[in-house]
């Protein structure tokens, strides 16, 4: 059993946890705000009762109709990515990796019963699949495809740039193209053959499950663009990951 008066969550002793996550279950878009507020505040900070809450937030998943599935897997994603790597020693990831495995189990089938037009829901199961496999950085900076945009550096000037993917059209460029006419560089998409590792699987993944768009922006976020500014060439993905604080 669990010692929850012996653990912490992000407003001290966590014996009232299990009551929250009672709570949680019996309602748990109602209760979302609350337990992320407690176990994961600003979804880049976990606990001891964080981690502990796994097991459960498994259970309730599990137990879940598909109108709150993704609210509890999101949520358990978010602790998970807190999660220090498998390689390091007791990670949580490890420790708790058989409620982990549920979990990946059921972000893994809803992936594949998300409709197209329900990509931001799509994006989220996804982080949340990579999260529990203790995918780094890219468990929590897919969401620019949801949003339609990177912000990032050029690795030669220093120019913040505007990275385009997706409502507004393909581009990149250094003013706020929502305000007004902005000079556009175009984005060099990679090839679906060319990508490898997580990337073509994203691809592939997206394509299999009828995420056109999405796989369409994926090749765009592996690919590469110039600076509009001073023209210098470079990868998207590795200027995101440049800028990313953990
Ligand atoms: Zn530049």
């Not at 748990?28 to 609350?34: H, K, L, T, Y």
């Not at 999260?131 to 912000?151: A, H, I, K, N, P």
Request: charged share 20%; net charge negative.
């Amino acid at each position: 059993m669990t010692d929850w008066s012996t653990l912490i969550d992000a407003c001290g002793s966590a014996g009232h946890v299990p009551a929250l996550l009672d709570r949680f279950e019996a309602d748990p878009s109602g209760v979302w705000s609350e337990l992320m507020d407690h176990l994961c505040p600003q979804l880049d900070t976990a606990f001891t009762a964080s981690f502990a809450a796994l097991p459960r937030l498994a259970e309730i998943a599990t137990a879940a109709g598909s109108e709150n599935l993704g609210g509890v897997l999101s949520a358990a994603g978010a602790i998970a990515s807190c999660s220090p790597g498998l390689s390091e020693p007791d990670s949580p990831l490890m420790v708790f990796s058989a409620p982990i495995a549920v979990l990946h189990d059921l972000a893994n089938r809803s992936l594949s019963q998300t409709a197209e037009a329900e990509a931001e829901e799509y994006v989220n199961l996804l982080q949340a699949l990579l999260s529990f496999e203790g995918v780094e950085t890219w468990d929590r900076s897919l969401s620019g495809l949801q949003t339609g945009e990177y912000e990032v550096d050029c690795p030669y000037c220093g120019v913040n740039v505007f990275v385009v993917i997706g409502h507004d059209g393909y581009f990149c460029c250094t003013d706020d193209y929502s305000l007004q006419e902005v000079q556009k560089s175009p984005l060099q998409p990679a090839r679906g053959q060319q990508l490898e590792g997580l990337p073509r699987r994203l691809f592939e993944r997206a394509l299999a499950d009828g995420q056109e768009r999405l796989a369409h922006g994926v090749r765009h976020l592996f690919g590469r663009a110039a600076c509009p500014d001073c023209g210098t060439g470079f990868s998207v993905s590795e200027r995101v990951v440049a800028g990313w604080i953990p």
